[in-house]
């Protein structure tokens, strides 16, 4: 698995690992994909997987977490503004709270993984009806399409490190357009 061959490069060369996972629990069906830390070695822990609400609840959510094994959690407790109690978002962290124990968090990811994954289903069959090829998510806001010379949306050249692979792509969100505007805004790339 690549997980565990990132983790050991990291061991290896001695470097830390920070996992961006903020779509984890956007998913349109059971991944059974678990944080990357969870496969860390706890005498040796090197990743730090970092969540964000602003993905699951929306974009003012200025809260996030780090998952990672207590020897990296530690050190993170020294830095000023958490060890103060002056963080900026600690009104925002309180409502949060609430939200996840009275259980609303939890019907609310079920809710939005529902209707992105039928977004996600709709806009696939519309790239794939204008006759172009689609990698269809499991979850998350995007999907990518392989270019046969109209562009929308980002270029996929802006993900990737190596700039030459992937500019004949397109990263298309579907997370908050209308499905009208889903299927006109595909139609744009009927050739």
């Known amino acids: ?15 830390f690992v920070a996992s961006d996972e903020a779509y984890q629990l956007l998913n349109f069906e059971p991944s059974g994909v678990k944080p990357m830390f969870y496969h860390d070695d706890p005498e ?22 780090v998952h ?22 600690i009104f925002s962290s309180m409502n949060l709270l609430h939200f996840m124990e009275s259980g609303a968090l939890a019907k609310h990811i079920e809710m939005v993984s529902k209707d992105l994954g039928e977004r996600a289903k709709l806009i696939c069959k519309k ?5 172009l090829e689609v990698r269809e998510p499991k979850g998350g ?18 993900m990737a490190i190596n700039k030459d692979k992937f500019q004949d792509f397109m990263r298309l969100c579907f997370c908050w357009l209308t499905r009208a505007q889903l299927e006109e805004g595909i139609e744009y790339l009927r050739q």
């Open 1 to 15: 698995e690549k997980r565990a061959k990132l983790i050991e490069m990291a061991k290896k060369y001695d470097f």
């Open 44 to 65: 040796n822990p090197k990743v730090f997987s970092i969540g964000t609400f602003s993905k699951l609840i929306g974009p003012g959510t200025k809260v996030g977490w």
């Open 68 to 89: 990672a094994h207590e020897k990296l959690l530690k050190p993170l407790t020294s830095i000023g503004w958490i060890d103060s109690g002056n963080n900026p978002v």
């Open 127 to 131: 790239i794939r009806d204008v006759g």
């Open 141 to 158: 806001y995007f999907v990518w399409v392989q270019s046969k010379g109209k562009m929308t949306g980002r270029s996929g050249e802006a």
